[in-house]
């Protein structure tokens, strides 16, 4: 008898009810962000941030959870929401390790498996250095760090990824030479650089703020073609704005930002992509998204649908040359 | 009281010996994919690996010496008696992986503990089956509901649409 | 002195009725996670961690830290009633802990671990509040080179080279070696001995081998023997934890040596895990009832645990002054302090001290209050053993294998689970120790970017273990303590005096 039931619901399996139509689809249970980083990293913050911006709104009407899968640098993650193939409860919040791990590393997804839904905000890369160091801009760094001759050290978050890649454009652009030192995340970097134990870090503003503060690390300058909107100080003297760009200290470096991406499973419902990209433009409109972008001083650009495929291609493509040159690339 | 031996304890020194040897020879040879030497800036991805790897396949060999020609008494590694109740338990945890890997945690759980019970403690039918659905039903109120963490589902759930 | 003044005010913030009531909630929440394999603080602070947007700061850490004190210490129980450690930090507290437990004295082990667990947690708040601002100077002087010799140093201290079968030891930690290097690699960025399967991108769980090799193994063993877990005749009752409470003061030198020790690798980056190992090594080799370890010893139930809480609750300093998290639930938080506006670092103690200050306060009275309740649930957690096997231990199983599936949601960690619950029977069996195999397992992998991180820095030169004291200091207690049985010898030989002989310490 009890057999028999179980035996007719999977025979019924194949005649499941059809999902709702095309135009209105809507999150019918709980739904899962999943971080392609460790906890306490930018992902996982941008991630809590979108949270906290739908739930106070109450954008949807189903539970969220935040879940990190940092393995294998954030593969884990993006493998574990391609394992859910047309399920748009789970969404996967990266970088562009999206496109740039399947480069590096042998693993079994595609940036072209997922379907982007949009990139919130752009992370800003700065140079830092310790607090009491005698360099003042780019350039008295980088020419020292020349005629040392390849000694000082550069702490980085990861291996072959966007501080390494910042790391080779220096190289490149003043021909000074650093021993690279990847740690486990830019928080690890920071400490390193504040304790004296490297001479320098490319971390994101929101990486290195609280050591800032506490003037046992300096930014030199921003990789952005312009200066950071003005803000509140962050330190007695200085605020975000007051840093200025490595291009107006003669960098040859135009500009170098992280997108910060949000995408679906495979074959999720065109309808799913535009419910999810339309709260998130709701969500880029809050306070708390402000207060977010303020706060962790990045630049909040919303991109989705066909600006964002273009955006990734491009990137893309020019980031594959930079790790074809470096020998980097695996696939 | 000698009791009938199952499996001798050499035989499983051999065993497990030849086990973890393979076991060595496969990180050698999953680390080579690397470079194994110690370049400028110390070891390279594959140093350790490969030398943890070889290190495992030395030891493994010794151990597979004293196996085959130390010196020890005829011990033994499971009685037939004993290796009979082995079996009883990890055949049903072996069934309810299989059960459960098909038809969900859920489906799986409640069928182990009732065949458990049933077959193996004596118990009735009805208590069987009510405990397994009280284990089954606290397992869905605390993971996916209070805690947000899904179990694995079958087709059975996949179609009520629980989660 | 400054810092006690802080702390006052830090208790007029913490000591609302509010607070304490959180306290409570956080407490037995964490508890509920701690007890079930399949959760753990991590997952708990998750969860909660959406309710704390809408509170102030110091409500929200202050729930969400006493949700971790709670799951500490539910780890334990789970370690001693079924030999599962929930959290790797509770792994060394199985050795004595689960023999205790067999042998009718499941009331007095718990006891005994939340007593010593609570005192070396008091010890770690005294040190954050009475040497704050030096922990976190001294803290900034640790790189890579210091990290590895930590790490050696932990390691040196549990693994004694003269165990039963050395080269049954040595194919046992250098199969955790092995298992730790699965995954990405944090210095080269490739992923190494995955053989193109994704289930091993990140890694081998600790999670699920310890599940298997202790869960699993250890039923399968107790199946073999034709036991049922003895000790249901034990009587459980309020006045047992009482008197085990009396009986702590004598075990004085486990709880200090515990305490140092935990307080130390909390405030470097060992970590709990290796502060409970390393504890568990030293009382075992320098106690005088070494004798008794490993078959059911108090001692070794206190020396792990207060190491273990000495660390977990030290290493809350470097996460608020440094933003270093010393555990999977110290990150998670750390998350949760960005979300509320605050940036962990040096200035965090002066722009922030009502946060601070009211934090730590909170550890002291977030303790007594996880201490006190959680001894009130030993006499219930005892009755599970009431219960017939026949019933609880295929319930343990489905829990287990439940544990497994959460780590990752994948299927194949159920075969894994399976798979290492035999490898731990027939290792077990042939006296493969598996202790050391999971200690190599959860620090191998952090041992190993730090050495090749000291490599890069020093391009390949090893003096970089005795560029500096503090480095060389710690790199030569490791060798000393690896290479001791020589010198005990040598000491017996040339004084003849009767050193702590060094009793294998016999890794099971």
């Known amino acids: 008898m009890r057999l028999a039931v179980i035996v007719a619901a999977v025979a019924a399996l194949g005649a499941s009810p059809a999902p709702l139509s095309a135009q209105e689809w809507k999150p019918t249970k709980p739904v899962e962000f999943v971080g392609a980083a460790g906890p306490g990293g930018g992902t996982d913050i941008f991630a809590r941030a979108v949270q906290l911006a739908i739930q106070n709104h109450k954008l949807i009407d189903q539970p969220i959870l935040v879940a990190n899968k940092g393995g294998g640098s954030g593969a884990e993650a993006f493998v574990y929401v391609k394992a859910a193939t047309g399920d748009p409860h789970k969404l996967v919040f990266g970088t562009s390790n999206l496109y740039t791990l399947p480069m590096v590393a042998k693993v079994a997804f595609k940036h072209t498996d997922f379907l982007p839904v949009a990139a919130m905000v752009f992370d800003e890369f700065m140079l830092w250095v310790k607090g009491d160091a005698p360099y003042s801009d780019y350039k008295s760094y980088t020419a020292a760090a020349k005629s040392a001759n390849g000694t000082y050290k550069m702490a980085g978050a990861l291996s072959k990824d966007t501080d390494q890649t910042l790391t080779r454009y220096i190289e490149k652009d003043t021909g000074a030479k650093f021993i690279y030192i990847p740690y486990r995340s830019g928080g690890e970097a920071s400490v390193q650089l504040s304790g004296g134990h490297a001479n320098s870090h490319v971390n994101n503003p929101?990486?290195?703020?609280?050591?800032?503060?506490?003037?046992?690390?300096?930014?030199?300058?921003?990789?952005?073609?312009?200066?950071?909107?003005?803000?509140?100080?962050?330190?007695?003297?200085?605020?975000?704005?007051?840093?200025?760009?490595?291009?107006?200290?003669?960098?040859?470096?135009?500009?170098?930002?992280?997108?910060?991406?949000?995408?679906?499973?495979?074959?999720?419902?065109?309808?799913?992509?535009?419910?999810?990209?339309?709260?998130?433009?709701?969500?880029?409109?809050?306070?708390?998204?402000?207060?977010?972008?303020?706060?962790?001083?990045?630049?909040?650009?919303?991109m989705a649908g066909a600006d964002l495929k273009a955006f990734i291609e491009t990137d893309e493509k020019r980031t594959r040359k930079v790790y074809e040159d470096e020998g980097w690339l695996v696939n | 009281m000698t009791e009938r031996a199952l499996v001798s304890r050499a035989t499983m020194e051999i065993a497990t010996a030849l086990a973890t040897g393979a076991a060595g020879a496969a990180v050698m040879w999953g680390s080579i994919e690397h470079d194994i030497g110690w370049g400028d800036s110390g070891p390279a991805a594959g140093y350790f690996p490969f030398r943890i790897g070889a290190l495992i396949v030395l030891g493994s060999l010794a151990n597979l010496g004293f196996a085959l020609w130390g010196r020890h008494e005829h011990s033994v590694f499971v009685t037939a008696e004993q290796g009979k109740r082995v079996l009883a338990f990890a055949l049903p945890i072996l069934g309810f992986v299989i059960v459960s890997l098909f038809l969900g945690m859920y489906l799986g759980t409640i069928l182990y503990l009732f065949f458990v019970m049933v077959f193996q403690g004596g118990y009735g039918p009805i208590r069987a089956l009510a405990l397994g659905i009280a284990v089954a039903v606290a397992m869905r109120l605390i993971f996916p509901l209070w805690f947000k963490v899904p179990l694995l589902i079958g087709p059975l759930e996949a179609w009520l649409g629980l989660y | 002195?400054?810092?006690?003044?802080?702390?006052?005010?830090?208790?007029?913030?913490?000591?609302?009725?509010?607070?304490?009531?959180?306290?409570?909630?956080?407490?037995?929440?964490?508890?509920?996670?701690?007890?079930?394999?399949?959760?753990?603080?991590?997952?708990?602070?998750?969860?909660?961690?959406?309710?704390?947007?809408?509170?102030?700061?110091?409500?929200?850490?202050?729930?969400?830290?006493?949700?971790?004190?709670?799951?500490?210490?539910?780890?334990?129980?789970?370690?001693?009633?079924?030999?599962?450690?929930?959290?790797?930090?509770?792994?060394?507290?199985?050795?004595?802990?689960?023999?205790?437990?067999?042998?009718?004295?499941?009331?007095?082990?718990?006891?005994?671990?939340?007593?010593?667990?609570?005192?070396?947690?008091?010890?770690?708040?005294?040190?954050?509040?009475?040497?704050?601002?030096?922990?976190?100077?001294?803290?900034?002087?640790?790189?890579?080179?210091?990290?590895?010799?930590?790490?050696?140093?932990?390691?040196?201290?549990?693994?004694?080279?003269?165990?039963?079968?050395?080269?049954?030891?040595?194919?046992?930690?250098?199969?955790?070696?092995?298992?730790?290097?699965?995954?990405?690699?944090?210095?080269?960025?490739?992923?190494?001995?995955?053989?193109?399967?994704?289930?091993?991108?990140?890694?081998?769980?600790?999670?699920?081998?310890?599940?298997?090799?202790?869960?699993?193994?250890?039923?399968?063993?107790?199946?073999?023997?034709?036991?049922?877990?003895?000790?249901?005749?034990?009587?459980?009752?309020?006045?047992?934890?009482?008197?085990?409470?009396?009986?702590?003061?004598?075990?004085?030198?486990?709880?200090?040596?515990?305490?140092?020790?935990?307080?130390?690798?909390?405030?470097?980056?060992?970590?709990?895990?290796?502060?409970?190992?390393?504890?568990?090594?030293?009382?075992?080799?320098?106690?005088?009832?070494?004798?008794?370890?490993?078959?059911?010893?108090?001692?070794?139930?206190?020396?792990?645990?207060?190491?273990?809480?000495?660390?977990g609750t030290a290493a809350m300093l470097p996460m608020l002054a440094l933003g270093i998290p010393g555990s999977a639930t110290a990150a998670v938080m750390m998350g949760g302090l960005m979300i509320w506006g605050l940036n962990p670092g040096p200035m965090l103690f002066i722009e922030r001290p009502d946060f601070v200050w009211g934090l730590i306060a909170s550890m002291y009275l977030g303790n007594v209050v996880a201490v006190v309740l959680v001894l009130a649930t030993v006499p219930l957690f005892a009755a599970i053993l009431r219960i017939p096997f026949a019933i609880i231990g295929p319930v343990i199983v489905v829990v287990c294998f439940i544990g497994a599936w959460t780590v990752g949601a994948s299927k194949p960690d159920l075969w894994f689970a399976f798979f290492f619950g035999l490898v731990g029977y027939v290792f077990k069996k042939l006296d493969y120790p598996v202790a050391p195999l999971v200690l190599a397992l959860v620090i191998g992998d952090k041992a190993e970017d730090a050495f090749r991180q000291s490599m890069l820095m020093s391009q390949g030169s090893l003096r970089i273990f005795y560029e500096n004291p503090l480095v060389g200091t710690i790199t030569t207690l490791a060798i000393l303590l690896v290479t001791w049985p020589l010198w005990a010898m040598l000491i017996e030989r040339v004084w003849g005096v009767r050193t702590a002989r060094v009793q294998p310490v016999d890794l099971e």
């Open chain 1, 206 to 302: 929101s990486e290195s703020v609280g050591h800032w503060k506490a003037g046992q690390v300096k930014p030199l300058c921003v990789f952005a073609k312009e200066r950071m909107p003005k803000g509140a100080k962050v330190t007695e003297t200085q605020g975000w704005s007051d840093i200025p760009t490595c291009k107006e200290q003669g960098a040859g470096i135009e500009e170098y930002q992280m997108p910060r991406t949000v995408s679906l499973p495979p074959g999720s419902p065109q309808a799913a992509v535009e419910f999810w990209a339309g709260v998130f433009k709701k969500v880029s409109e809050t306070p708390e998204w402000k207060e977010y972008l303020e706060r962790t001083a990045q630049t909040g650009r919303y």
């Open chain 3, 1 to 311: 002195m400054d810092n006690l003044g802080s702390l006052f005010h830090g208790f007029g913030v913490a000591l609302t009725w509010y607070h304490v009531a959180l306290m409570l909630v956080g407490v037995l929440l964490g508890i509920l996670v701690g007890v079930l394999p399949g959760l753990g603080a991590p997952n708990g602070v998750t969860i909660l961690m959406p309710l704390t947007f809408t509170m102030d700061p110091v409500s929200a850490i202050i729930l969400l830290t006493s949700m971790y004190w709670g799951a500490l210490f539910g780890g334990s129980t789970t370690s001693i009633l079924f030999n599962i450690p929930g959290e790797p930090s509770s792994v060394a507290t199985t050795f004595d802990g689960h023999p205790m437990a067999k042998q009718g004295q499941a009331v007095e082990a718990l006891s005994f671990a939340f007593l010593s667990a609570g005192f070396g947690a008091l010890v770690g708040v005294i040190v954050i509040t009475v040497l704050s601002g030096w922990v976190t100077r001294f803290a900034l002087r640790f790189s890579s080179p210091e990290y590895f010799a930590v790490y050696f140093l932990a390691f040196a201290s549990f693994i004694g080279l003269a165990g039963a079968n050395p080269v049954k030891t040595l194919v046992s930690i250098l199969l955790g070696f092995a298992f730790a290097t699965v995954g990405m690699d944090t210095i080269s960025g490739s992923l190494r001995l995955t053989f193109g399967f994704d289930e091993l991108l990140r890694g081998i769980s600790f999670l699920i081998v310890v599940i298997g090799l202790f869960g699993i193994g250890e039923l399968l063993l107790t199946m073999e023997e034709g036991l049922k877990f003895e000790g249901v005749k034990a009587k459980v009752s309020l006045s047992g934890v009482l008197a085990t409470l009396a009986r702590l003061p004598r075990y004085w030198v486990a709880l200090i040596r515990g305490s140092l020790v935990g307080v130390w690798m909390g405030i470097t980056p060992g970590g709990p895990t290796a502060a409970s190992f390393m504890s568990y090594g030293l009382a075992k080799r320098f106690s005088r009832r070494r004798a008794n370890f490993g078959k059911g010893e108090p001692e070794g139930v206190i020396a792990p645990e207060t190491a273990d809480h000495g660390a």
